[in-house]
């Protein structure tokens, strides 16, 4: 930040350069696109199909209710709102607005084998959709974070962003563990061989789970998985994984043989554990069955690995949410660092519990922020701002929210940058006032957010609130 040049220098200096990454991350998140939350379109919602409630639990309130509730007709229904959520425009916009990075929040069901049909109920067709924006996205030059934002099973209770409203929250067992490993697989195998993926730079293993740590058993564990199973097929590709080679020949042009292949010959139990054999060899499977769809012929027919088809890659940024997103002892994401990772925070002012409901609290909070700095004392560095935004608990006015927005993208730049919730919101009688504080493009139309990203409109807004502690 401006008042603490030295310090912000130094975490820069300290923190590790990721292939990949750019230098500072300027983001918006694509949210409601391929993990539809209705509370950002209501009007659109009613219109498909689905209730507004105050509790989404009881009412067609999310991705599953609605697929449950119209099985003939979803996959159409969902397949116009891809279309029409996120397209060519919409990319650019992003690209006009100077914006370098998106989040793309998915859920498990996208990779669609991996759905139980008569216990699950979500749309099909969205791995197309990926398919087809990630193209947009990469000849517009904008990288991509490939965020498991809805985990089997579901990783919190109550949230639209999970896919589906329940309290029965069933993510942390040794089967959806398994399955959200498959995914990883198959995403990682995506990003590498599939060219409209080459824009993806990075993986986030879990959006948001339960901040209680007592109550996510086995997910220090997972964490591990996560990173092995990437590295994994990496080194199957013959992409250089940081001090770790394969130790036996792949001599098969066949990318799901050459799984098989070192599946059953490596000795490099480091990497290639018991759960991470299984899981590759159970995605073998989903990726033939995926393949045609996509028509990724690498999955069958690359030069592996004198000359593979994603040599000019590197291996992917593994990430997840900063070991202070949990309390109550929780495990510790740098522990399984292997190669590139980075680290995730969210933050929103508006749901409480940061800071009394009032401008100068809000400004005295922001100016004063640690959360990079302890995060990097405990070996979580980068770290980036996955979420944030602009509402607030109280009637605010438009001086304000351009206060607001400048002092928190100071704060943030402190990391590796940021990444807005949203894009956009819905602009209809329905959705009122929501896009003033929620929407990236209306925070542009209205002047809160500067043209060039990078940019604030006073570099000095957080003078009059930092106090001397946090100064010294």
């Known amino acids: 930040m401006a008042f603490l040049p030295a310090l912000v220098l130094l975490l820069h200096l300290l923190a590790p350069v990721l292939a990949g990454l750019p230098d500072k991350i300027y983001g918006v998140n694509l949210g409601s696109w391929l993990v539809l939350e209705a509370w950002m379109l209501p009007a659109e919602w009613l219109a498909m199909g689905g209730d507004n409630c105050a509790d989404c639990s009881q009412c067609i309130g999310s991705e599953f209710a609605f697929a449950q509730a119209y099985p003939d007709t979803v996959d159409a229904t969902f397949k116009g709102h891809w279309e029409s959520w996120f397209n060519q425009p919409d990319v650019d916009k992003i690209a006009a607005a100077g914006i370098n990075t998106v989040r793309i929040p998915l859920g498990y069901w996208i990779v669609e084998p991996l759905v139980d049909r008569s216990t699950e109920y ?8 990926l398919q087809r924006g990630l193209q947009q996205l990469k000849d517009a030059g904008i990288s991509a974070i490939l965020d498991h934002h809805a985990l ?15 309290s029965d929250v069933e993510f942390y067992t040794d089967y959806n563990y398994h399955r959200a490993l498959i995914w990883t697989a198959v995403m990682t195998t995506l990003s590498h061989l599939d060219p409209a993926f080459e824009s993806v730079i990075a993986i986030e293993a879990v959006n948001e789970p339960i901040m209680d740590a007592t109550q996510t058993p086995g997910y220090g564990d997972f964490q591990q998985n996560f990173v092995k199973v990437v590295r994994a097929v990496e080194l199957i590709l013959g992409l250089p994984v940081p001090g770790v080679q394969l130790d036996v020949p792949v001599t098969t042009a066949n990318f799901t043989h050459a799984v098989e292949s070192v599946c059953g010959a490596t000795q490099l139990a480091d990497v290639f554990t018991p759960e991470v054999i299984k899981t590759l060899l159970d995605a073998v499977p989903v990726l033939l069955e995926l393949a045609p ?50 680290y995730d925070n969210h933050l929103y002012y508006s749901f409480g519990g940061v800071a009394d409901p009032n401008p100068d609290a809000y400004m005295t909070s922001i100016c004063n922020l640690n959360r990079v700095q ?29 206060m607001w927005a400048d002092a928190q993208k ?5 990391g590796k940058g940021w990444i807005f919730w949203n894009f956009k919101v819905e602009e209809s009688a329905l959705a009122g006032d929501l896009a003033r504080e929620w929407s990236y493009f209306k925070g542009l139309e209205l002047g809160f957010l500067t043209q060039d990203p990078s940019q604030v409109h006073n570099a000095s807004v957080c003078a009059p609130y930092v106090n001397s502690t946090a100064a010294a």
Do not use: I
Not at 122 to 129: D, I, K, S, V
Not at 316 to 334: G, H, I, K, R
Not at 382 to 389: I, K, S, T, V, Y
């Open 152 to 166: 089997p099973g579901v990783q919190t209770a109550g949230q639209q962003f999970t896919g589906r409203c329940t």
């Open 293 to 342: 769809q996509l028509a990724v012929a690498a999955l069958f027919d690359t030069a592996l690995p004198a000359a593979p088809c994603n040599a000019k890659h590197e291996p992917l940024v593994t990430n997840f949410m900063d070991v202070n997103w949990q309390y109550n002892s929780p495990p510790n994401p740098a522990d399984a660092a292997l190669g590139p990772q980075g």
């Open 410 to 414: 100071l704060a943030y730049a402190q």
């Open 122 to 129: 979500y749309p099909r067709g969205g791995l197309q959709q």
């Open 374 to 402: 302890s995060d990097a004392a405990l070996g979580n560095s980068p770290l980036w701002f996955g979420e944030w935004g602009l509402p607030v608990q109280f009637n605010t006015t438009d001086a304000f929210l351009t």
